[in-house]
């Protein structure tokens, strides 16, 4: 039975680090770290994964590392392997998913070798919240050709869309000097379920490709036609199959002038809305546009001026909830501190803006090339990340009304030696912890160490402090906890709990010597009692107690709040007498480490020696006739036990210790 008392504290504890210089490190082993991507596990706590070269300098695997909410890893120490490819091929990619139900995909490409080699593959496969595979076999999508119409030379990306029916998968092949676009579909089992490489869609040469789902079980798949400035993008509309559903690829930025580079789609089951950077050369602009789910324009054909003020708009990362659409970049515009500063904007799905004319300023720090990026926690406040040179990582709290919640300087997740390496950095809910996980520049160039943090407590957060004292567990917000410590718990209702506990975890266990009991919990109130009658015994509330007849024998133990019963022990008093002389026998060594010796000092004859543990059994038994007698106790384990001579109605017996 468990019993708590709690009292008020002020002891706070949690993993989550606090201090900008010293971030929450999640692995900065020998050679390589890069393409970190992080994902929620739905309770405040996350899984961080990442391309890893530790083995082999040039051969980089996937490790990773989960979070619970306090900040507490819970995996081997810098990661665990989860793919390495069976040919020792390169993992050059990888994209991680984790659903609202809990199901976790991996997709990653293993090759570049240069040379096309049946061996380097486009591979998926489901992940268990031990980051263990769950199907049986990895499945292969596809595989490098060198000729013939599926030709494929290398993979530059995997994206996937899930539905009813299991995943669409589409893949950005290389074709030794030009992509093309492959999709392909597998089951929630991992089974294939079209044809090896899939089916070719769109046209055979393009800038890049991408996928967005149609809230049923097709897809939006999109396309730039070049790499330059100016290039156009295109989108179909594919149903669960991979089948085209309308008659022409639509030119999305007909009524513009092209792109510049950037661009991005967001579905829903009603159409698919468009972002891209567009306009002249330094001169780049952010546009919106929506298609319906029939091909047709919707907001009547228009193009929304999200941001057309001078300077530079770039680097942009947007997001749906609801109805309404949030978006930040890198602004460029006239009268900035440093290259760029921070804006925002909230537009809804009539493609109407609903913050100031050509976005908010959310930071104006000095920046070189910022990559903003943000998470929404319930309340839709937005949490705005960015890199800047000045200050470091910085965020910045904006409401859903577009104000800022923060003085205009932020608060700082790092110092600038810690910034993340470029866009390398993901900010994401994760029950009510909002959270950053990030890969840093190494002074050799690319990215070195992968780090975590947590932005901020949650709003509104309401501070419990409170000390436990529990017997053998106690369970907070579904969570068992066995072992004492001081925690930091997220309580829904956005509160944060520091628990200081105290586990109080009794010994139930009794030892046998002769005939005495004796408890193996100290410092404790004891009750021996006859298990037969299930009555407690006069007078025997000591640690140990030696009954005066044959029976089975328990004790209740109480310490504090605690209390537990021990196992019931059968005790066998024989009906012979002790010998009076306690020097009519001699048993040496004591302690012993192999062998006990038994000298016979008096005129008695003995019928057998035993050697019993202190749990009452007997461990050695031997019939001797004479004296001395060498008994081979070598096999016994270390511990005290009890040497005892049997006569023919007499026993001696002595306590020895084996070494």
């Given at each position: 039975?468990?019993?708590?008392?709690?009292?008020?504290?002020?002891?706070?504890?949690?993993?989550?680090?606090?201090?900008?210089?010293?971030?929450?490190?999640?692995?900065?082993?020998?050679?390589?770290?890069?393409?970190?991507?992080?994902?929620?596990?739905?309770?405040?706590?996350?899984?961080?994964?990442?391309?890893?070269?530790?083995?082999?300098?040039?051969i980089f695997e996937v490790y990773g590392q989960r979070y619970d909410q306090n900040g507490i890893a819970l995996w081997e120490e810098n990661g665990r392997l989860i793919v390495a490819d069976a040919d020792g091929k390169n993992v050059v990619?990888?994209?991680?998913?984790?659903?609202?139900?809990?199901?976790?995909?991996?997709?990653?490409?293993?090759?570049?070798?240069?040379?096309?080699?049946?061996?380097?593959?486009?591979?998926?496969?489901?992940?268990?919240?031990?980051?263990?595979?769950?199907?049986?076999?990895?499945?292969?999508?596809?595989?490098?050709?060198?000729?013939?119409?599926?030709?494929?030379?290398?993979?530059?990306?995997?994206?996937?869309?899930?539905?009813?029916?299991?995943?669409?998968?589409?893949?950005?092949?290389?074709?030794?000097?030009?992509?093309?676009?492959?999709?392909?579909?597998?089951?929630?089992?991992?089974?294939?379920?079209?044809?090896?490489?899939?089916?070719?869609?769109?046209?055979?040469?393009?800038?890049?490709?991408?996928?967005?789902?149609?809230?049923?079980?097709?897809?939006?798949?999109?396309?730039?036609?070049?790499?330059?400035?100016?290039?156009?993008?295109?989108?179909?509309?594919?149903?669960?199959?991979?089948?085209?559903?309308?008659?022409?690829?639509?030119?999305?930025?007909?009524?513009?002038?092209?792109?510049?580079?950037?661009?991005?789609?967001?579905?829903?089951?009603?159409?698919?809305?468009?972002?891209?950077?567009?306009?002249?050369?330094?001169?780049?602009?952010?546009?919106?546009?929506?298609?319906?789910?029939?091909?047709?324009?919707?907001?009547?054909?228009?193009?929304?001026?999200?941001?057309?003020?001078?300077?530079?708009?770039?680097?942009?990362?947007?997001?749906?909830?609801?109805?309404?659409?949030?978006?930040?970049?890198?602004?460029?515009?006239?009268?900035?501190?440093?290259?760029?500063?921070?804006?925002?904007?909230?537009?809804?799905?009539?493609?109407?803006?609903?913050?100031?004319?050509?976005?908010?300023?959310?930071?104006?720090?000095?920046?070189?090339?910022?990559?903003?990026?943000?998470?929404?926690?319930?309340?839709?406040?937005?949490?705005?990340?960015?890199?800047?040179?000045?200050?470091?990582?910085?965020?910045?709290?904006?409401?859903?009304?577009?104000?800022?919640?923060?003085?205009?300087?932020?608060?700082?997740?790092?110092?600038?030696?810690?910034?993340?390496?470029?866009?390398?950095?993901?900010?994401?809910?994760?029950?009510?912890?909002?959270?950053?996980?990030?890969?840093?520049?190494?002074?050799?160039?690319?990215?070195?160490?992968?780090?975590?943090?947590?932005?901020?407590?949650?709003?509104?957060?309401?501070?419990?402090?409170?000390?436990?004292?529990?017997?053998?567990?106690?369970?907070?917000?579904?969570?068992?906890?066995?072992?004492?410590?001081?925690?930091?718990?997220?309580?829904?209702?956005?509160?944060?709990?520091?628990?200081?506990?105290?586990?109080?975890?009794?010994?139930?266990?009794?030892?046998?010597?002769?005939?005495?009991?004796?408890?193996?919990?100290?410092?404790?109130?004891?009750?021996?009692?006859?298990?037969?009658?299930?009555?407690?015994?006069?007078?025997?509330?000591?640690?140990?107690?030696?009954?005066?007849?044959?029976?089975?024998?328990?004790?209740?133990?109480?310490?504090?709040?605690?209390?537990?019963?021990?196992?019931?022990?059968?005790?066998?008093?024989?009906?012979?007498?002790?010998?009076?002389?306690?020097?009519?026998?001699?048993?040496?060594?004591?302690?012993?480490?192999?062998?006990?010796?038994?000298?016979?000092?008096?005129?008695?004859?003995?019928?057998?020696?035993?050697?019993?543990?202190?749990?009452?059994?007997?461990?050695?038994?031997?019939?001797?006739?004479?004296?001395?007698?060498?008994?081979?106790?070598?096999?016994?384990?270390?511990?005290?036990?009890?040497?005892?001579?049997?006569?023919?109605?007499?026993?001696?017996?002595?306590?020895?210790?084996?070494?």
């Amino acid at each position: 039975m468990a019993v708590a008392f709690i009292a008020s504290s002020t002891v706070t504890f949690s993993q989550w680090s606090t201090d900008p210089a010293n971030p929450l490190l999640v692995c900065d082993v020998a050679n390589w770290q890069r393409d970190s991507q992080a994902v929620p596990d739905g309770s405040g706590g996350a899984f961080v994964f990442w391309r890893d070269s530790r083995n082999s300098e040039y051969i980089f695997e996937v490790y990773g590392q989960r979070y619970d909410q306090n900040g507490i890893a819970l995996w081997e120490e810098n990661g665990r392997l989860i793919v390495a490819d069976a040919d020792g091929k390169n993992v050059v990619f990888f994209s991680l998913y984790r659903y609202d139900d809990g199901k976790m995909i991996i997709c990653w490409y293993a090759g570049e070798e240069g040379v096309a080699n049946p061996d380097e593959k486009m591979w998926v496969q489901e992940l268990d919240d031990e980051g263990a595979k769950v199907w049986e076999n990895d499945l292969a999508l596809s595989e490098e050709h060198s000729s013939g119409p599926l030709s494929v030379g290398y993979y530059y990306t995997c994206q996937l869309v899930r539905d009813d029916f299991g995943f669409h998968a589409m893949m950005e092949i290389g074709t030794y000097g030009y992509l093309r676009m492959r999709m392909s579909r597998f089951s929630e089992a991992g089974e294939l379920l079209m044809q090896y490489h899939g089916v070719e869609i769109g046209p055979l040469s393009f800038g890049h490709a991408s996928i967005t789902t149609d809230g049923a079980n097709g897809a939006f798949v999109y396309y730039s036609s070049g790499n330059g400035g100016g290039a156009t993008l295109h989108c179909m509309h594919i149903d669960e199959y991979a089948g085209e559903l309308w008659g022409d690829w639509v030119n999305v930025t007909a009524n513009t002038t092209g792109l510049s580079y950037q661009f991005s789609g967001i579905g829903d089951g009603m159409g698919v809305t468009f972002v891209w950077q567009g306009g002249g050369v330094n001169a780049e602009e952010l546009f919106a546009r929506r298609l319906n789910t029939d091909g047709s324009w919707a907001w009547a054909g228009s193009t929304t001026e999200i941001c057309t003020f001078d300077g530079v708009q770039k680097n942009f990362y947007w997001e749906k909830q609801g109805d309404n659409y949030y978006i930040t970049w890198a602004d460029g515009r006239p009268g900035m501190v440093g290259y760029y500063a921070i804006y925002g904007q909230k537009f809804d799905i009539t493609g109407q803006t609903l913050w100031q004319e050509d976005g908010i300023q959310i930071a104006d720090l000095n920046t070189y090339l910022p990559y903003p990026k943000f998470a929404l926690d319930s309340d839709l406040n937005m949490y705005a990340c960015h890199q800047s040179t000045l200050a470091g990582y910085v965020a910045q709290k904006v409401a859903d009304n577009g104000t800022l919640q923060w003085d205009a300087d932020g608060q700082q997740l790092t110092i600038t030696d810690f910034n993340p390496f470029y866009e390398k950095h993901q900010e994401f809910l994760s029950g009510t912890n909002l959270l950053a996980a990030w890969v840093k520049p190494w002074s050799g160039g690319g990215t070195d160490g992968v780090y975590i943090t947590r932005i901020a407590e949650p709003s509104n957060t309401v501070y419990i402090n409170e000390t436990v004292t529990a017997c053998d567990n106690y369970e907070v917000n579904g969570i068992n906890y066995t072992e004492s410590g001081v925690f930091d718990i997220i309580l829904p209702g956005d509160t944060l709990l520091t628990l200081d506990l105290t586990i109080v975890d009794l010994d139930e266990s009794v030892s046998l010597i002769g005939t005495t009991l004796t408890s193996l919990q100290s410092n404790a109130t004891y009750q021996w009692f006859d298990c037969y009658t299930n009555q407690p015994i006069d007078g025997a509330n000591a640690v140990s107690f030696t009954p005066a007849e044959s029976g089975e024998y328990a004790t209740t133990i109480a310490q504090g709040a605690c209390n537990t019963v021990s196992e019931c022990t059968m005790v066998i008093i024989i009906g012979v007498e002790e010998m009076l002389n306690e020097n009519s026998f001699t048993v040496f060594p004591n302690p012993f480490e192999e062998s006990l010796t038994i000298q016979n000092n008096s005129q008695e004859k003995i019928s057998c020696v035993e050697v019993v543990d202190v749990f009452g059994r007997i461990v050695y038994s031997e019939s001797i006739s004479r004296t001395p007698s060498v008994l081979q106790l070598d096999q016994l384990a270390a511990g005290t036990y009890l040497c005892r001579l049997k006569a023919v109605d007499k026993m001696f017996s002595e306590i020895v210790v084996k070494r």
